[in-house]
Structure formats: C-alpha cells, structure tokens
C-alpha cells in the first residue's frame, strides 16, 4: 500500500525509498515486530480467558509436557496478524505472487484455526478429521499451483528447476499441479508436526523465510539471476517483503513462546506458516532447495511417516516417540538442548541451500 507513494517522488526524495524492495522489506521486518510486541499481551490475555484449560496435552506424551497444561493456544493469530498487517502496508499489492502466498497463509490459518478450536472446546487432542483438513489443503494447494503457474514466465510454466544443475529443466507439464500441491500441503503438515516445543518450529520457519526473502529477491532481478545463472521469475522479488514480515512475526511471536512458553503458536500459525513457505518455493521455482532448507521439517514428517508404517507393519516402533523431537524427549535430552540443536541444525541448512545459488 505504502508503496502508492511513489507518486509522489519527483526521483530523488523521500519518497523514492518506497521504490526499493529492500526499504520495504526492512518496514514490514519492523511493523511486524512491533504489531507482536503491541498486541501480544492483549491477545494472550483473551486466549488465556477464552480457553480455560489451553491446550489439551496428550496423555502418551513426555511427562515433562504435564507442567505445560493450561497454556492458552492460537497463538499464530499473533504472526498471521502482524504478517497480513505488515505485507499488506509494505508490498506492492498489484503483485500476484504476493496475492497468491496471502491466500494459501490465510487459507491455511483458517484450516489451523478450526482445528485448534474443536481441540480447546471439546478438551481433547482429536480436532478436525485429518482427511478434512487434506482434503481442504490439497485444494487450496490445488487453486495456488494453478494461479503461480498463469504467471511464471513462459520458459518456466510447469518446469522443475533443478538447484546447482541450473541448465536443467524438468517438464512436468500436467504434473506440476499436482507436484506444486504436494511442495504446499506437505510443508503445511511437516511444520506443524514440528511445533511440539517450546520455540522449536518458529526459529526454524524465520530461519527458512529469511532464506526464501534471500532467494525471492535474486530470482526476481534479471541482473542477478544473470550473475548466477538463476531461472528469472518477474515480480517475485516482492515475496521478500513477506518473508521480512514473517520473521518480524515470528519474532514478536518468540517473544511469548520461548521457554516456559506463555502461548503455543497451535496449529493456527503452524499450517499457516509452513503452507506460506512451500507458497513461496513454488512461486520462486525453488520447490527442491526447500527441502533442503526445511531438512528439520522433513525429518520430523519422515519420522512420523516411518513409525506408523513400521509400526502398522511390525507392531514394534522405529523410535521411542514420533515425531522425532519427541524421541529424544524419551532419550533424556532436555527440552532447551533440543530445540536450540535443532536450531543450530536449521542454520547450516539454510547455508547449504543459499549456497546452491552459487554454485553450477
């Protein structure tokens, strides 16, 4: 919205700063911040009074989660709010890319909300149906893959592009709907399965995002794209206005949630955030460097795939709990040691698949 006013700039004033991605970016980064530190209070104080007893903790969990019990969830209402408010402020809004990346968030922060709702009222761990929520997903998913498509470049629509092999392309042609689908859904759900911790999955999600502002922002400019050999995808530079937005509320969120944790993020904020990333890989056609990025996040959805397969097959487990955080709950591991490794882990990924960009 800010950006209109460039029409004011007579070329070198003030508001010719509203040009440049990079200024915006550091606006949203702080308006987000801000927006967490303003109403987070506020909201916490609602939740806490609207839910009574939190968030229900599972019965066959670690023991040490027991002392967690009645700690209000939703708590992704605060990053969703601050994101929304700080992209909406900052971003050029005639962008469809940023259009397309707000409606999977919204969507999928919906979906989350409904889910942490039957879970707070009926006081129990079950939610909405797991087939609901994919079918829902997948659809959202589905009408997001179709929109990024009408506007890749021509060169690009419904091609794979490959991280360091950047000569190669894959078709997919009708397959890349489907495949775009699975990079979003499968994002959505491997975030949220992440967010078991206190602080585990949000570090995680800004560690991501400030990695996919990065690469939004190259792929976006024919000058950089050039220097590395990178697809160029006009106007998904943008993108790194939402993803400064994200971290700023991720921040601001972090806040409250840092051990002991005043609010849980729910499954509000999780779906919602890991649903932006995979939004965002498949807009910037960096659907395979997510996972690189997100390794943490595939992990923890791997472990949870393999012990209910394993265990449907064997009726033995691979893992002592699933998802993986929890298994090395089991082992002794102390909550702060193992969120903080699993930060430590996020950051060399992140190197690794910024490093991609380089290197051909």
Same mark, same amino acid.
């Not at 606006?27 to 939740?47: E, N, S």
């Not at 890749?152 to 092999?165: G, K, T």
């Not at 995680?204 to 560690?207: D, E, L, N, R, T």
């Given at each position: 919205?800010? &950006? ?15 040009? &440049?991605?990079?200024?915006?970016a *550091?606006?949203?980064?702080? @308006? ?14 609602? /939740? %806490?009074?609207?839910?009574?007893k ?15 019990a009645?700690?209000? @969830? =939703? ?9 929304? @408010?700080?992209?909406? /402020?900052?971003?050029r ?6 259009? =397309?990346?707000?409606f ?7 979906i ?19 087939k ?6 997948? !659809? ?6 179709? $929109?990024?498509?009408?506007y ?14 950047k ?14 689908m ?8 491997a975030?949220? =399965? ?7 999955a949000?570090m995680?999600? =800004?560690?991501a ?7 939004? &922002?190259f792929?976006? %400019? ?24 994200l971290?700023?509320?991720? +921040?601001?969120? +972090? $806040?409250?949630? !840092?051990?002991?944790a005043?609010?849980?993020m729910g ?7 890991g649903g ?15 996972a690189?990025?997100?390794g943490?996040?595939v992990v ?9 397969? #394993?265990?449907?097959?064997? *009726? ?11 298994? #090395?709950?089991?082992?002794g ?5 193992i969120?903080i ?12 698949? /910024?490093?991609?960009?380089?290197v051909?």
């Open positions: 919205m800010l &950006y209109w006013l460039t029409a004011l700039s007579d070329g070198g004033d003030f508001f010719n700063l509203f040009r &440049y991605i990079t200024f915006r *550091g606006g949203a980064f702080l @308006t987000a911040l801000i927006f967490g530190f303003v109403f987070g209070p506020t909201l916490i104080r609602v /939740l %806490r009074a609207k839910q009574g939190g968030q229900p903790i599972r019965d066959d969990g670690p023991e040490s989660h027991l002392a967690k009645g700690t209000p @969830t =939703m708590g992704g209402l605060l990053i969703v709010g601050a994101l929304l @408010t700080s992209t909406l /402020l900052w971003a809004l005639d962008n469809p890319f940023i259009w =397309m990346v707000l999977v968030t919204m969507a999928f922060a919906l989350g909300f409904a889910d942490d709702y039957a879970k707070v009222s009926k006081q129990n761990t079950a939610g909405v149906s797991g609901v929520r994919l079918g829902i997903g997948f !659809a959202i998913a589905a009408a997001a893959a179709f $929109w990024a498509a009408q890749h470049p021509e060169e690009l629509s419904n091609q794979l592009a490959l991280p360091v092999f000569d190669t392309l894959l078709n997919l042609g009708i397959l890349f709907v489907p495949f775009a699975i990079v979003i859904v499968g994002a959505a759900n975030v949220n =399965m992440t967010d078991g911790l206190d602080g585990l949000i995680p999600v =800004m560690i995002a400030g990695t996919f502002g990065v690469i939004a &922002y792929v976006g %400019r024919v000058d950089f794209t050039t220097e590395l050999g990178l697809h160029y995808v006009p106007g998904t530079g943008e993108l790194a206005i939402f993803a400064a937005g971290i700023g509320g991720g +921040l601001g969120f +972090l $806040w409250y949630n !840092a051990p002991p005043a609010v849980f499954d509000t904020g999780s779906l919602a955030l932006a990333l995979g939004a965002i890989a498949v807009a910037t056609k960096h659907e395979i460097v997510l690189i990025v997100g943490v996040f923890e959805a791997l472990s949870v795939i393999i012990q209910v397969l #394993y265990y449907k097959r064997t *009726g033995k487990r691979v893992f002592l709990m699933a998802p993986i955080h929890h298994h #090395y709950e089991k082992k591991w102390a909550e702060p040691q969120v490794r699993f930060w430590i882990i996020s950051l060399i990924l992140a190197v690794i698949g /910024l490093a991609t960009l380089k051909r």
